[in-house]
C-alpha cells in the first residue's frame, strides 16, 4: 500500500469536518478495508506521544469498505480542543491482521471563521 497523501489542511474553528479516507493497493487499484480501524491524530509536535494527541479518533464502521473508503467525521467539539493555529494530522489504518498503514499526513492549521 503506498501512501501519497500527504497534504497541508486549513479548517474552520469550532466546525465539523469531514475526511474521505482512500485506501489503494499498489497497483492503485482500490483495497478492501473490510475489518480495519482507522484513526485521524492530531499533535502540537512530532514528537508528542499518543497519550498526548489534541484529537485521537478511532473509526471502526467505515462508509465503503470494499471500495476502500471511509467518510471519517470530526466533530466541532473535537476542533474546539485546538485552541493554538499550527498542528500535524495523521489518518492512519490497522488492518485486521494487526498491519498500520499511513493514509495521509501533514500540518493542519486552525482558522478562525467569519461567520459564527
Known sequence: ???ENV???IIDANRDF???AEALNNDKTPADITGWTLYFTVKESLT???ANAKILL???SLSDPTHGLALLSIPAASIALLTNENYFY???AC???GKNYTLG???LIVDETVKD
Open 7 to 9: 497534504a497541508d489542511w
Open 48 to 50: 508528542d506521544t499518543d
Open 105 to 107: 499526513k501533514g500540518k
Open 18 to 20: 469531514d475526511i474521505l
Open 90 to 92: 495523521e489518518v492512519t
Open 1 to 3: 500500500m503506498k501512501n
Open 95 to 97: 488492518t485486521g491482521g
Open 58 to 60: 478511532t473509526f471502526t
